[in-house]
């Protein structure tokens, strides 16, 4: 158990439409980063919030949008769904105020399968 | 652009034996490494960080660096049914603003 949670698990969705993403960070994390792994591919990087603000984004489209909320979970909302957007996704929570970065481990979420047909 | 690579696999290892899992990167200044375990369907889980030049050892574990050849390798000595899995090499955040990024990951089947 890694403190991070994501819901839903697993969701299906139709071409068009809209889905909402959500990850609780573990306690005392301050950042929460959020990636698409498509199937037998590695985790790509969408964006990242640290303390509220979005500091830094992937080559994703702007139909993904985040935010973060006061207590560090976050939201992934996908407009205009297509049938590619079809993969897990990742949050992973991490504190990026500690001194020394090169060693800080990000915990993952579960993730979110999201199929869309 | 950091890039990292790895073979996609299928490596098929017998049980018992030793599993080599090999990585490059592009970036010269990248100065340590994430070795994550995926089981299929689920989240990756770090298993190994490495940032010195050499062998790091954690139980059946070794992550090997060698910083002039820009190679990062993980090493699963008696390599057991459970090690079958996706192995992602990553390159951790340098700082506040940066991601960790992935290599595809290499897929490992131990045959018992």
């Known amino acids: 158990e890694t403190g991070v949670t994501q819901s839903p698990t697993h969701l299906i969705k139709t071409r068009g439409q809209q889905v ?8 005392g994390h301050n950042t929460v980063s959020w990636y698409q792994q ?5 985790p ?22 985040g935010l973060q909320f006061p207590n560090y979970s976050s939201e992934l909302n996908v407009n ?8 897990l996704y990742l949050c992973a ?4 105020d500690r001194e020394i970065l090169v060693n800080t481990e990000a915990f993952f979420g579960q993730g979110t399968r999201l199929t869309v047909v | 652009q950091k890039e990292v690579e790895q073979n996609s696999g299928p490596l098929s290892v017998p049980e018992g034996a030793i599993a080599s899992l090999n990585c490059t990167y592009s970036d010269r200044g990248s100065q340590s490494f994430f070795w994550y375990r995926q089981y299929s369907g689920k989240s990756p889980e ?5 940032y010195s030049n050499g062998d790091k050892e954690d139980g059946r574990f070794t992550a090997q660096l060698n910083k002039a050849s820009q190679y990062v390798s993980l090493l699963i000595r008696d390599s057991q049914p459970s090690d079958s ?28």
Not at chain 1, 20 to 27: A, F, N
Not at chain 1, 38 to 42: E, K, P, R, S, V
Request: hydrophobic share 35%; with cysteine; glycine share 8%.
């Open chain 1, 20 to 27: 909402t993403l959500r990850c609780s960070s573990q306690s």
């Open chain 1, 38 to 42: 498509a199937l037998g591919q590695g």
């Open chain 1, 44 to 65: 790509q990087f969408i964006f990242q919030y640290y303390r509220e603000e979005e500091n830094g984004r992937g080559n994703f489209p702007p139909r993904f949008s």
């Open chain 1, 80 to 87: 205009a769904l297509e049938l590619d957007d079809s993969a």
């Open chain 1, 93 to 96: 929570s991490s504190n990026r």
């Open chain 2, 46 to 50: 770090l298993i190994m960080f490495i």
């Open chain 2, 85 to 112: 899995a996706t192995y992602l090499c990553a390159v951790p955040p340098m700082n506040r603003d940066d991601k960790i990024i992935f290599g595809k990951g290499t897929r490992l089947h131990i045959l018992p």
